[in-house]
């Protein structure tokens, strides 16, 4: 069977091979490519190579840059007492879109998952431990996921940071804002009775 | 304010401007795309622009293609005589997956639509009337979208066919099979009463 030429089934296939696109959204993309202007296609083939080149991790933190040290860990304005630990470059992205965050970062690149085999030392955890060791740190906040993997992580976080002497907190868990009540799952409401705070 | 690097946030905005990709899917299929190795960014990188480099229209039907003539115009199994006219590559495409059609296409690359400047001569209009004088043609099947744009273009193709002598028939408009009434439109209801065949 046949629908297109190869060189825009090879398209297609690639295309499909990227997280949330499915062949239906391959296939529209590529058609969208197809008709851009040629200079257009090349330049968005550079930015992805370029991209993926020059990008390799922070010095201190592990987040995605292209210097040595990133722009967050480089900048005199942050507060490098605080450290805020999280597990991908796209939750750090998500905290400093909130622009309330003034501490720094660790990212740990990824979450312990015994199931699918990432052990605590597949992480950037060892890296945290120096850094507490070296830097002068008042307080670690943990902001893994909420999830099952996120609060093993933080379990095991929140024991060595301990142990430093080092203060740690985590995230609250709770009720998002706009929430209402009815839609929201049990142990989300059990968590956030748990950690009701006085008025 | 800066969340990523330059060379990032460069590939979340070229990534953003693709069809159905918003700012959300953009940044994790970047961070997608940095964490893939090296030489599968570069190889996707490559797809892309080779396709864009090798495609041009087929010089019958334009289809898109990688060869002067297409895959299906050049298949001698294909019976000549029996053209179907489709908006789009992708509704080529569509109909080749059914694998029930043996004719071949003529791809009109739009409808007509004025709103947005779109007349009768900016689609494959010419060539397939030149088409049509050529060849041996006996049906003609008009496979437009079921839009106004898409009507509009049959009945405007339906006029110059029958003048060329030629039979013209539409594809049938009606309930998709698996379609419950209730949730149908009125229309489209309409349509399928208007077009009942006999039992």
Chains 1, 2 share one sequence.
Not at 144 to 171: M, P, Y
């Amino acid at each position: 069977m046949y629908y297109y030429s190869e060189s825009i089934q090879n398209l297609i296939e690639e295309l499909s091979s990227l997280p949330n696109i499915g062949p239906k959204s391959a296939q529209r993309l590529a058609f969208h490519l197809l008709n851009l202007p040629q200079k257009r296609v090349e330049h968005l083939a550079e930015s992805i190579v370029t991209a993926r080149k020059k990008i390799c991790f922070c010095e201190k933190c592990f987040n995605l840059t292209d210097q040595p040290v990133c722009q967050i860990c480089s900048d005199p304005k942050r507060d490098t007492s605080t450290i805020m630990v999280v597990e991908e470059p796209s939750d750090l992205a998500a905290y400093e879109k909130t622009g309330q965050y003034k501490g720094v970062y660790h990212v740990l690149h990824g979450a312990v998952n015994p199931m699918v085999g990432v052990q605590p030392e597949n992480l950037k955890l060892k890296e945290l431990m120096q850094r507490l060791q070296r830097e002068d740190v008042k307080e670690v906040i943990i902001a893994t996921n909420s999830t099952v993997e996120g609060e093993a992580t933080a379990l095991w976080i929140s024991k060595f940071v301990k142990q430093a002497g080092i203060k740690v907190t985590r995230i609250a868990s709770g009720v998002p804002v706009g929430g209402a009540l009815e839609f929201i799952d049990e142990m989300t409401l059990f968590r956030a009775l748990e950690g009701r705070t006085e008025l």
